[in-house]
Nanobody, 118 residues
Framework: VQLVESGGGLVQPGGSLRLSCQAS????????VSWFRQVPGKERELVAG????????NYADSVKGRFTISRDNTKMTVDLQMNSLNSEDTAVYYC????????????WGRGTQVTVSS
């Protein structure tokens, strides 16, 4: 099983990035997927989540109205569109998949760095 994040990088404040999480080796449609982020010295925080069928999403208050999570079960991908980025969005972003029935089954990617700076 692999979850591989991509799309991170350096962006100016106010800019946009689109992260993608590519899954392989699992029944993707059985997994809820979330994006988390972590800054050194701080706990990992939930950014956004989407259920296995894609008809329910949730967001951290800090990103509501700016970030959008979506998934394509055919392509086995979950994207995170991030707009109006600011310095507080700087972090390593991780993709996580959790089985929607057997929640103990969980997988993580290795993360992608997002840096918002002028």
């Amino acid at each position: 099983v692999q979850l591989v994040e991509s799309g991170g990088g350096l962006v100016q404040p106010g800019g946009s990035l689109r992260l993608s999480c590519q899954a392989s080796g699992l029944v993707f449609g059985a997994f809820d997927v979330s994006w988390f982020r972590q800054v050194p010295g701080k706990e990992r925080e939930l950014v956004a989540g989407i259920n296995s069928t894609g008809d329910s999403t949730n967001y951290a208050d800090s990103v509501k109205g700016r970030f959008t999570i979506s998934r394509d079960n055919t392509k086995m991908t979950v994207d995170l569109q991030m707009n109006s980025l600011n310095s507080e969005d700087t972090a390593v972003y991780y993709c996580s998949g959790r089985h929607h029935v057997y929640s103990i089954i969980e997988y993580w990617g290795r993360g992608t760095q997002v840096t918002v700076s002028s």
